[in-house]
């Protein structure tokens, strides 16, 4: 029996009854039912009722190249018949992981060339970290194993991404985090800059945080920092140009492994393959995952830089790490068929020279000005505009995140998907999208915004 033998309502009723979804209020979702997307074409999903809704979250940070590729279901399709699974454990290999693995090799910045594979960012996560501490042993050094990150970063949900990440609530939730991960200050200019500092001078003081954790410590004692270049899912919080290469400076000169996670913004989403071109660095690891398959597929990639890998390969000795689907055949196809449609298309290079400085001329041409917008941001193709009641002022309207969730609401009923994070409107729509799409997300925005102005201000 298939799905379209059930109403709306008894999928919905399915749902509740049997279905725990990820980062829910069980109570509250069994009060409103979910909405249940059926199927998607291009840039458009479609929920049960027939609505079509403009994707502008790319699914989760992860369609770049948008819905309904053929290729990709039958690059799929001919792995499952030749070879659905064999694992990469006691010296095996398929065929798929090894192309893709020097694939990535030759897009990443050129001192990383190796690959560790697992199913999810999570599970990158938990690999670099138990990863960065195995090359500090295998150096002589254990007792360098304190991991720095930032508040509100977020690196997954299994304890170890949960205890990496920088969200309070989560850690609350977790009774007790992977020990020696400390957390600093985020550079988030739009709260944290002090009056009258400019951006290159802020971005310059968050990085000074990172070394302040460092020579606290001790830097015999740090083993690594670990950062997403945009943080995404914390609000797309957007560093100054000079927070990221001053952070490299700080880490090599304490030798400090630096660690990139990429989950979000690899794979074109700021312009480059990865935002480590971007913004000019070069990390130890870069953790990916997302857009490596568009989504199609489950899969990470965790990309190790040569330092690491050299001394793993010259000390030997088993790292005893690994996933019963790390370089799972049919992902792995998935993915190269994925990457082969990002680089025919010249995605990556439509966002940086076109549709990203369009998109970020459009949000500050249509959206900055609304009364209800405090600042516009956009890198790329991730884009945040942030919900106030004042504009002078930046003051938020009372009972955090209610406000972004009136717009998100209005937006969705606009035809637009796009997310609330706190009182930040969160865009990372596929990378097929035009400057058609562009206006037209911009058309349904405005709207939303009109509309929950009324129902914000009366
Ligand atoms: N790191 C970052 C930066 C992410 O945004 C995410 C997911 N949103 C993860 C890690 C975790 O990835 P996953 O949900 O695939 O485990």
Not at 32 to 50: L, Q
Not at 287 to 309: C, F, H
Not at 375 to 380: K, L
């Amino acid at each position: 029996m298939t799905y379209q033998n059930y109403s709306l309502k008894q999928l919905q009723q399915i749902d509740a009854a049997h279905h725990l979804h990820p980062f829910t209020d069980h109570k509250e979702l069994r009060e409103a039912g979910s909405r249940i997307i059926t199927r998607a074409e291009g840039p458009y999903i479609y929920d049960s009722e027939g609505n079509e809704i403009l994707d502008g979250m790319a699914g989760l940070w992860c369609v770049n190249v948008g819905y309904g590729r053929n290729e990709l279901a039958e690059a799929a399709y001919r792995q499952m018949k030749e070879l659905p699974y064999y694992n990469s454990f006691f010296k095996c290999s398929t065929p798929t992981p090894v192309l893709l693995a020097k694939r990535l090799a030759e897009l990443a910045p050129k001192s990383v060339n190796q690959v560790f594979f697992g199913s999810s960012g999570s599970e990158a996560n938990d690999t670099a970290l138990r990863l960065v501490r195995h090359y500090w042993a295998l150096e002589g050094k254990p007792e360098k194993n304190r991991i720095i990150s930032r508040r509100n970063a977020y690196h997954g949900s299994t304890v170890a991404g949960t205890s990496l990440g920088g969200m309070e609530p989560m850690h609350k939730q977790l009774g007790g985090a992977v020990p020696n991960i400390v957390h600093v200050m985020m550079p988030y200019a739009y709260e944290l800059a002090l009056p009258g500092e400019s951006d290159h001078e802020f971005g310059l003081r968050a990085a000074k945080a990172v070394e302040d954790a460092i020579v606290e410590a001790g830097p015999e004692k740090v083993a690594a920092f670990i950062g997403e270049p945009i943080m995404g899912a914390g609000g797309v919080k957007i560093p100054p140009m000079s927070y990221w290469p001053e952070v490299e400076r700080i880490c090599r000169k304490y030798d400090v492994l630096l660690m990139l996670d990429e989950v979000i913004t690899g794979y074109g989403r700021t312009g480059e393959w990865f935002a480590a071109q971007s913004f000019g660095i070069e990390p130890d690891t870069i953790t990916t995952a997302k857009a490596l398959t568009s989504g199609y597929q489950p899969l990470s990639a965790l990309l190790v830089g040569d330092r690491i890998a050299r001394t793993l390969v010259e000390k030997g000795g088993e790292f005893y790490h690994g996933y019963t689907y790390a370089g799972h055949p049919v992902a792995c196809a998935v993915a190269l068929a994925n990457l082969d449609i990002i680089e025919r298309e010249g995605l990556v290079d439509r966002v940086k020279n076109d549709t990203g400085p369009y998109f970020a001329q459009a949000l500050r041409e249509r959206i900055a000005d609304h009364r209800l917008v405090g600042e516009v941001r956009s890198f790329g193709l991730m884009g945040a505009i942030e919900i106030v009641r004042d504009k002078a002022t930046r003051e938020r309207f009372e009972g955090e995140g209610r406000a972004a969730v009136v717009v998100r609401d209005h937006a969705i009923a606009s035809g637009l998907m796009l997310r609330a994070t706190g009182d930040t409107m969160i865009l990372s729509p596929p990378l097929i999208w035009t400057r058609e799409t562009i206006d037209l997300a911009c058309d349904r925005i405005v709207k939303a915004l009109d509309l929950a102005e009324k129902d914000l201000f009366g």
